[in-house]
């Protein structure tokens, strides 16, 4: 009878266990991504690993354990260059450019092993409800649609450069995470919640 249950335990967590590897989001496609302190997920090495691991490896009975490796890690970045002109002549040239953008979450998530992430409408999840036993801070699991219109006039002087960019700073919170069902573990990987703090479009001109 016991090795009924064991059998009948290990069919469960195949079935529960899903591989989902590097399911990246967006700010991994950034043209420039600079943080603080700390690494991202996409940096974890396999000692990393190890070490997290074992604080998340000791078996429960249901549900997640979590271990976070950094915090809040403060960053800046920049999400595109919008335009670049560059004035090489003698005279000043009149330049208008005009841009509709929408943005439709300031939230973006990035899980690495079996751990999973679902879209929906509104907002990007974790699979599994992890994002309740993450308990990240209410600027996590807030999202937002926003629309915007850009028109911008200048003069680009002779001798000069001009670059129009998105830029913007935001937090950056990541580990690692593993659930067990009848203390089994199902799944088990790195997670990491990116969430924009602000954002803003950045003109510089410079001497060529």
């Given at each position: 009878?016991r090795?009924?249950?064991?059998m009948?335990?290990?069919?469960?967590?195949?079935?529960?266990?899903?591989?989902v590897?590097?399911?990246?989001?967006?700010?991994?496609?950034?043209?420039?991504?600079t943080?603080?302190?700390g690494?991202?997920?996409?940096?974890?090495s396999?000692?990393d690993?190890?070490?997290?691991?074992?604080?998340?490896d000791?078996?429960?009975?249901?549900?997640?354990?979590?271990y976070?490796?950094?915090?809040?890690?403060?960053?800046?970045y920049?999400?595109e260059?919008?335009?670049s002109?560059?004035?090489?002549?003698?005279?000043?040239?009149e330049y208008?450019y005009s841009l509709d953008?929408?943005?439709?979450?300031k939230?973006s998530?990035?899980?690495?092993?079996?751990?999973?992430?679902?879209?929906?409408?509104?907002?990007?999840?974790?699979k599994?409800?992890?994002d309740?036993?993450?308990k990240?801070?209410?600027?996590?699991?807030?999202?937002e649609?926003?629309?915007?219109?850009?028109t911008?006039k200048?003069?680009?002087?002779?001798?000069t450069?001009?670059?129009?960019?998105i830029?913007?700073?935001?937090?950056i919170t990541?580990?690692v995470?593993a659930?067990?069902?009848?203390?089994?573990?199902?799944?088990?990987?790195?997670?990491?919640?990116?969430?924009?703090?602000t954002?803003?479009?950045r003109l510089?001109?410079?001497?060529?």
């Amino acid at each position: 009878m016991r090795k009924f249950y064991v059998m009948l335990l290990m069919f469960l967590s195949l079935l529960l266990c899903t591989n989902v590897v590097n399911a990246d989001s967006n700010y991994l496609a950034f043209e420039d991504l600079t943080i603080s302190s700390g690494n991202l997920l996409g940096d974890f090495s396999s000692s990393d690993y190890k070490t997290y691991y074992k604080n998340v490896d000791k078996r429960k009975f249901m549900g997640w354990r979590t271990y976070t490796a950094h915090k809040d890690i403060e960053c800046s970045y920049i999400t595109e260059t919008l335009f670049s002109y560059y004035n090489n002549g003698y005279s000043a040239i009149e330049y208008e450019y005009s841009l509709d953008r929408k943005t439709t979450s300031k939230l973006s998530l990035s899980a690495s092993g079996s751990i999973g992430i679902k879209t929906s409408s509104t907002k990007p999840a974790f699979k599994n409800n992890l994002d309740s036993s993450l308990k990240l801070s209410a600027d996590y699991t807030s999202s937002e649609e926003i629309e915007e219109s850009y028109t911008v006039k200048l003069d680009v002087d002779a001798g000069t450069q001009v670059d129009l960019y998105i830029y913007g700073e935001g937090l950056i919170t990541n580990g690692v995470a593993a659930r067990y069902f009848f203390w089994v573990r199902v799944n088990r990987g790195g997670y990491e919640a990116f969430v924009v703090t602000t954002q803003y479009q950045r003109l510089e001109k410079t001497r060529i």
